[in-house]
C-alpha cells in the first residue's frame, strides 16, 4: 500500500521546476507560473495582465469587441457618446447607404468642411460664444 505524505509549501518564490528530496525518491513537481501574456489564435500578443498590477494593458493593434453595455463608473458609454453626438450636432452617418451612393459621402465632406469654414469666421469674429 502506497504512503501519501502531504505538505504545507510556504509562499516563497520557486523555480518553474523544482525538486524535493524525501530521503527515499526524488520528487519533481513544475509549479504554475501567473498566465498574464494572452495571445492570439496566429500568435500575436493582445492583453498583458501585469503581475501584481490593477490594470489590463489591451496591446496597439490589438481591438476590444464589446457585445453588450459598456459602463465606466456607472455610466453608460454608448448613451454618453449618443449625448454628446446630438449636443454638438454631429450628423449620423449611414456608411451602407455611402457605399451604394458615394454622392452622400462627398455631400457630408462638403458639409463638414463648410461647416467648419463658417465656425472659423465665427471664432475670428469672435462671434462663437
Do not use: C
Not at 51 to 72: C, N, P, S
Request: charged share 25%; proline share 5%.
Amino acid at each position: 500500500m502506497a504512503t501519501t505524505y502531504s505538505t504545507n509549501i510556504p509562499n516563497i518564490n520557486l523555480p518553474s521546476t523544482y525538486t524535493i528530496n524525501n530521503g527515499v525518491t526524488g520528487y519533481t513537481t513544475s509549479w504554475a507560473q501567473p498566465n498574464s501574456h494572452f495571445t492570439s489564435s496566429n500568435g500575436n500578443p493582445v492583453m498583458t495582465i501585469p503581475h501584481g498590477g490593477d490594470k489590463v494593458v489591451i496591446e496597439e493593434k490589438a481591438a476590444l469587441e464589446v457585445k453588450g453595455k459598456l459602463k465606466i463608473n456607472g455610466v453608460d458609454l454608448e448613451e454618453r457618446l449618443n449625448t454628446i453626438e446630438t449636443v454638438l450636432q454631429i450628423p449620423t452617418r449611414d456608411v451602407i447607404m455611402e457605399a451604394k451612393h458615394p454622392k452622400l459621402a462627398e455631400l457630408y465632406k462638403q458639409y463638414m468642411y463648410e461647416l467648419e469654414k463658417y465656425k472659423t469666421f465665427e471664432r475670428l469674429k469672435g462671434e462663437d460664444k
